[in-house]
């Protein structure tokens, strides 16, 4: 949380003939209230609407009528984001786009070398590539449940569609018009149909709302002065428009073929089986037509990604259009083939024909994944750094995470619907009523249980890590609290406070540890369900005893994390729609996921600093225009971030007149390491060249925020915390070890904003004080 802090304190430089002041508040994840971050119950909206707004307290509404009264502080002003990603309850259905997030974030996080370009372009390609496959999958285990599960095995069943009143006009058992097998497939993929839709309708709307928002700087760059420039303080960074509207047409126009393809193909299956030598044909030319169509997708995906040194204001209508609309007529002839009369088809035994495209789905992702760690081994080797996370390949790691992500909601999702249809039946055990999922969605969950045993050997090496600094760190402890007397049980807090925020600056090596572990994993679940074509249960039936045993209890197992897992995704979407507590919570994600924009998937939760950023840019630039005057820009935790991005986009003579104030800032210690192409050292040095005046303080205690490592004047810190090791005159009662909250507490923070806007002030002409128009700095 972020708070106005009170007057300047005692001894600090002022400067009367520097004009007014202004600190402008961000706040971090989690989100706040106006009325929190300035301390006063009684707030006004200067600008803004209800989704992101500046406020004032009341008696500062007409601040610059009056300087006067503002002569030795700041005007406060709190900028309020949190509605960006936690606002209405419909924004609980993001939980359902988690891969689609994760993957986003692997485009950005790209080792910080800019040879070769070919190179840089392949890596861009990869991860598209790679979030398209996502696209494919979740309508694939929609098609899935609604194709296979429902209409081709239950349906087709008179065992299963007797249990299902809703299932009898469609049930094998009716002998009515929508009994046949192929108007049933016909009717359910409404199903992954509207799913792709409201994908795109929910896409669309948010492009609208913050890919759309005008940023600040649109003055053009040449080539030359865009690839020496940091890539923040580029025009068209904060400006996706045209790359999402393409990228959305093409996972779109994927999503209905994908639907397209698991109608047809039972049906030219049978076709060919059978003696109709047109229904043959059709059947072969329309499998054709949506290969040619599925390679237009992918082409379309690889073609363009990003442009950043100007304001792409072309939206690329052929695609735009035509491409979904293409898929769409697809969809709809596939519709009519499936569900041409077949009086002699019946559904056979098993699954949809075509239940392989899962494990083909699950090797292009090992490939890609693999190929991208392959690209970002050559960039990181062009340009190492010290700490960048996993040594360039966190993008490739974050990747695999999201495939894993996906693997396991399709696998939970499917199984769920399976054992709820087929009234909980082991899926695979009895294969004459009721065959389930394919068998690598049940490989898939049973080596979870595996990952689960290899990670707890990990956790517990952490943990005793853990312990260990705590206990060589306490003499450090009390040699920061000199006066004191020394105490036992106080020391071994504030030590293990420290050592548990350092577990952060540890994060890497559990994430490479979760990703590698997930690729062998999955590739041992892929290559079992390929060689046995049956369930781990079924498959180990004639093998020696503990193995039998073994592979029954994994799946079981496996079962029973799946179950959990999409019992608690089901319960947190519930809570975060109904409670607006619980949805805070939830978008505490959201904060941290949602700051790139959308340049590899765009059906993730949008980008919260595509209208954030231009907001803070155009009110640092507009009020120190109008006034003349200093402002100081105050970021908390996230909100440094969303600070320091803004601060990029100011022009030059702005930000003369601008100064940085960061604490609990992740600008290094999170996205330094995991970003170094945006937030490595090379542009946090040329950021702290055009903003000379920059202050950072950190704890030692604080897991999430740090040191910015690049020199200068900028860090103070380790701030004492706590304030008092004891009880003092000052702290009658024991202070609270603060971690990441509530730095405008410390002394520190007051001290360093009146310095910082005392050295504004002596680098600056003197300002006008007539407050009225718009005039202009004098020299």
Known sequence: MSRATPLVPAGAATVESAGPALELLVHGVGGTTPQEMLDDPRTVRVTGDGTAAIHRRAEDADAEAHPERYRDRPVPEAYVWCNLTSGNSARALWLLLLPFMVIN?????????????????????????????????????????ALDLTAWQCAGSPSCSRSWSWLGFASVAHHGWWSQPGRRLALAALAPAGLTALLWYLSNRTWSAYESQQPLNADPADDATEAARPAFSRPGFWYGRRLVARLRAAHTAAGFLTTALGVTVAAARH?????????????????????????????VVCKRGRTESHLDERVDRAITAWLPSCALALLGCAVVYAAWDRPAW???????????????????????VVALAVVAAVLCRRAPGERTALRGLGGPAVA??????????????????????????????????????????????????????????????????TWRTARADAPRVEADYPTERPDAARTRRIAAARAMAALTDRAPLFLGIVSGASLLLGAAALAGAWWTSEVPARAADAAPGPVDF??????????????????????WGRRAYKDAAARRTVGILWDVGTFWPRAAHPFAPPCYAERAVPDLAWRMNTWTARTGGRLVISGHSQGSVLAAAAVWQLPAGTRRRVALLTYGCPVERLYGRWFPAYFGPGPLTALHQEVHCWRNLWRATDPIGGPVRIGGDIDRGPLLDPVAYGRTTAHPLPAPVLGHSDYQADPAFARERALLLAELANGLPKQRTDQSGSGRSSG
Do not use: K, N
């Not at 019946?346 to 789905?361: I, Y």
């Not at 592979?551 to 079962?559: E, F, K, N, P, V």
């Open 550 to 571: 073994g592979a029954d209890a994994a799946q079981s197992l496996g079962s029973w994390c799946t179950g959990f897992g999409f019992l608690l995704f089901v319960t």
């Open 105 to 145: 974030l692997a485009h950005w996080m790209r080792p910080p070398a800019r040879e070769p370009r070919w190179a840089i372009r392949l890596y861009g390609v990869l991860v598209r590539l790679v979030a398209l496959s996502l696209t494919v999958l979740l309508v694939a285990a929609a098609c899935e449940v």
């Open 271 to 299: 076709d060919r089986a059978s003696d109709s030598a047109v229904l043959d044909t059709a059947g072969l030319l329309l499998e054709a037509t949506l290969g040619c169509a599925a390679v237009v997708v992918v082409a």
């Open 346 to 368: 019946v559904s056979s035994a098993g699954t949809l024909p075509g239940d392989r495209s899962f494990g083909f789905l699950a090797l292009t992702q090992g490939v890609l």
């Open 400 to 465: 695999m995470l999201a495939c894993a992500l996906g693997g396991v909601m399709t696998g939970g999702v499917a199984q769920r619907v399976a054992d709820w249809v087929d009234h909980g039946a082991t899926p695979g055990m009895d294969r004459s009523a009721y065959h389930g999922p394919p068998p690598l969605l049940t490989w898939q969950a049973s080596v979870i249980p595996a990952l689960i045993a290899l990670l707890v050997p990990v956790v517990l090496y952490f943990a005793v890590r």
